[in-house]
T-cell receptor, first 110, second 114 residues
Framework: SQQGEEDPQALSIQEGENATMNCSYKTSINNLQWYRQNSGRGLVHLILIRSNEREKHSGRLRVTLDTSKKSSSLLITASRAADTASYFC??????????FGGGTRVLVKP | GAGVSQSPSNKVTEKGKDVELRCDPISGHTALYWYRQSLGQGLEFLIY????????KSGLPSDRFSAERTGGSVSTLTIQRTQQEDSAVYLC????????????FGSGTQLSVL
């Protein structure tokens, strides 16, 4: 079973707009990570946020974490066509494996 | 090596045959994961190796699936008597230390069972 579930499943936006996607999870975690996947093959790590952090930034990416609601959001600002990809959240608990959600497919139209 | 290497990149086999998929993790990475991804779906956890500890095999879908990691480095995922539902991309990932840290993924093996 998947620990994290992304919402929405798919998102279509115009270049320059912001893209927001959410991840909900069920059990306690010690960190939450976001990954990007192009062309259905290897995933690339984007950002890691620990359970004692509430917000983190990396370039055009902003991640928030609300442990009380067991949810996280990923915001991509000023999107570009190259941001077209699938985005996955992954959750890790102490001493445990990373489990991934089903992903959000993002299409950025030029 | 510079990254996680998986071979072969594509494998076509006939139903009932055995296949072996190989993963070379980044040198020095102690944790190694195998995931499976069906078309358009999320990643399904299969198995996880961490150093010399017993592997977490809780995600293996049946006893036709097995994996080993020799010398704490290279890993092989073996699927016996392949079925059409085994068709998927098999992804390997490694991380530097203990659990839950940033994963580095290989490009995967696309397995097609005819």
């Amino acid at each position: 079973s998947q620990q994290g579930e992304e919402d929405p499943q798919a998102l279509s936006i115009q270049e320059g707009e912001n893209a927001t996607m959410n991840c909900s999870y069920k059990t306690s975690i010690n960190n939450l990570q976001w990954y990007r996947q192009n062309s259905g093959r290897g995933l690339v790590h984007l950002i890691l946020i620990r359970s004692n952090e509430r917000e983190k930034h990396s370039g055009r990416l902003r991640v928030t974490l609300d442990t009380s609601k067991k949810s996280s959001s990923l915001l991509i600002t000023a999107s570009r066509a190259a941001d077209t990809a699938s985005y996955f959240c992954a959750t890790g608990a102490a001493g445990n494996k990373l489990t991934f959600g089903g992903g959000t497919r993002v299409l950025v139209k030029p | 090596g510079a990254g996680v290497s998986q071979s072969p990149s594509n494998k076509v086999t006939e139903k009932g045959k055995d296949v072996e998929l190989r993963c070379d993790p980044i040198s020095g990475h102690t944790a190694l994961y195998w995931y499976r991804q069906s078309l358009g779906q999320g990643l399904e956890f299969l198995i996880y190796f961490q150093g010399n500890s017993a592997p977490d095999k809780s995600g293996l879908p049946s006893d036709r699936f097995s994996a080993e990691r020799t010398g704490g480095s290279v890993s092989t995922l073996t699927i016996q008597r392949t079925q059409q539902e085994d068709s998927a991309v098999y992804l390997c990932a490694s991380s530097l230390r203990v659990t839950n840290e940033k994963l580095f993924f290989g490009s995967g093996t696309q397995l097609s069972v005819l």
